[in-house]
């Protein structure tokens, strides 16, 4: 679909998300066909720099970030022309005249507000913007995690920006949606009859949702340390995946059918008790080790680390969904920094055999799974028991691949390119609806609770590792491994 002109204005536009994804994504889809000739970019900031000092900066920080085969110097410099600076004060209304005479004085003009700050500045922004006379009907406001520390803070963030824009204007973004490999976990699951029967208690085990890191915290000690992997991943990322997976299918693609379905998920998982907790949650923290071959410090002695932080850099949970589709099927979710490989994957697992008819025990069976790979690379993998060539009846396990990337030649979409595409759209499905952010806090916030009582250290865990033992033994217990230690 061809877009319309606009005004993108990106308040945090000298910030690391901004020169790490969204200018190489709007670069990206300025390549594209259906680009509009009047698509401009108003990049906001604090720095006092002129036009000219920016686009210097973006040379310097967001160019590199654009992978080389799609990097051609006459597009940028064309998506160049597009870019304004305004320098001002986000949280001073008084700052606001010139982003004012920055934007185009046309009231039909789609305009989005990305919001690429720290949470505590959106009420601010959106008041401030409001105050300016700039929230045109055709607005809208693209909100970047964290969306509030817990529950009471996700409200507010809802109260405060639901002041000056109406839900249908409030993109709230969580990038794992924007990722191919979980559209096509749509496009299977309700683009085939074939699993649809099979997807439920009767026939699934379990599933396992990994998001394993090698990086550490980096340079963001500043918002990890109050975050941590929970508030990080967990509460977002690795919940829409799990409602991905588990959603009943929806009517229809439209954005309330498809959040409507999510919002039911979140609301039937299984409420966390202080005694369930201890079963079934683990909080880890990496020590020092090696990836890839290289030694890396633990997380107190990153720099600018608290020596005695007890924030969480790893956590695994078992989680429940209490429906007709899937009650007592296990959904084991973990996520950490320094691990053993940078994956992300969604496996799930299918019932064994219940009898073998063949001079092979019942045991060397290993049950059918898919497992959706979004990173490194995208793809599926059905693992299915086949014959091997030969006299004689030996069964064993084979991988059923499709790659991506192969399957279907054509360029990829990184996920912020398809998210800023549709926020430009106005297509809201793949961002999260005001009662799904709450519902995703409201089921998360025993944990915190728990863990701010307290006083022990997470479990420490090596780096390189695949976390604590203690995550192993979470999923052990029921007589499963996780996929990488099987
Ligand atoms: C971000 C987290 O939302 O997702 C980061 O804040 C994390 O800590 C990142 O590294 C992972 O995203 P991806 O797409 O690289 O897996």
């Known amino acids: 679909m061809a877009l319309t002109d606009f005004d993108f204005v990106l308040f945090g536009g000298g910030g690391d998300l901004a020169m790490r994804k969204l200018i190489p994504a709007l670069y990206a889809l300025s390549r594209g066909k259906g680009f509009p000739e009047g698509g401009r970019i108003i990049a906001v900031g604090r720095h006092d720099w002129s036009r000219e000092h920016y686009l210097e900066e973006l040379d310097k920080q967001a160019k590199p970030n654009i992978e080389e085969d799609r990097l051609d110097e006459g597009a940028w410099k064309a998506f160049r022309e597009r870019v304004n600076y305004v320098s001002l004060n986000a949280s001073d209304a008084g700052t606001y005249q010139p982003l004012k005479e920055a934007l185009r004085d046309d009231d039909k003009l789609t305009r989005v507000y990305y919001l690429a700050v720290p949470p505590n500045l959106f009420a601010g922004i959106c008041q401030n913007i409001a105050e300016a006379g700039l929230a045109t009907p055709n607005a809208r406001v693209v909100l970047e995690k964290p969306l509030g520390r817990d529950l009471e803070g996700a409200r507010q963030i809802n109260a405060d920006v639901g002041k000056v824009f109406s839900e249908s204007q409030i993109f709230r973004i969580d990038h794992y949606l924007g990722k191919e490999a979980v559209q096509n976990l749509l496009a299977l699951r309700f683009g085939n009859i074939l699993f649809e029967p099979l997807w439920r208690r009767e026939w699934i085990s379990d599933v396992q949702i990994t998001i394993a890191e090698e990086l550490g915290v980096g340079n963001r000690m500043g918002y990890y340390e109050s975050s941590g992997a929970l508030r990080d991943m967990l509460q977002n990322h690795l919940l829409q995946l799990l409602c991905i997976v588990a959603m009943e299918p929806p009517v229809d693609g439209t954005p309330d059918a498809v959040r409507d379905e999510k919002l039911k998920v979140l609301r039937a998982l299984k409420r966390f008790t202080p005694n369930s907790l201890v079963q079934n949650v683990v909080r880890g923290q990496y020590k020092s080790g090696h990836v890839d071959g290289v030694a890396v410090p633990g997380y107190r002695k990153e720099p600018d680390a608290n020596p005695q932080s007890r924030t969480e850099t790893f956590v695994a949970v078992k989680a ?59 793809g599926l993998n059905l693992n299915l028991m086949a014959k091997t060539p030969g006299d004689g009846m030996r069964l064993k396990l084979v991988d059923l691949e499709l790659d991506f990337r192969e399957t279907f030649k054509k360029p990829r979409m990184e996920a912020y390119e398809r998210l800023l595409m549709d926020v430009l759209r106005g297509q809201l499905t ?30 420490f865990y090596t780096a390189g590792s695949w976390g604590p033992g203690a995550a192993s033994a979470l999923i052990g217990r029921d007589g499963l491994q996780w996929r990488e230690e099987a």
Request: charged share 25%.
């Open 320 to 378: 429940e969904i209490d429906t007709w589709r899937w009650s007592g099927v296990p959904f084991y979710l973990r996520t950490g920094k320094r691990m053993a490989d940078q994956l992300a994957e969604i496996v799930v697992r299918f019932k064994s055999i219940p009898h073998s008819i063949f001079n092979q025990p019942i045991s060397s069976f290993q049950p059918n799974s898919l497992v959706i790979r979004l990173q490194p690379d995208e």
């Open 430 to 459: 793949l961002f999260m609806r005001s009662d799904e952010l709450e519902a995703a806090w409201e089921w998360v916030e025993p944990i915190l609770h728990f863990w701010d009582q307290e006083d022990n250290d997470p479990l």
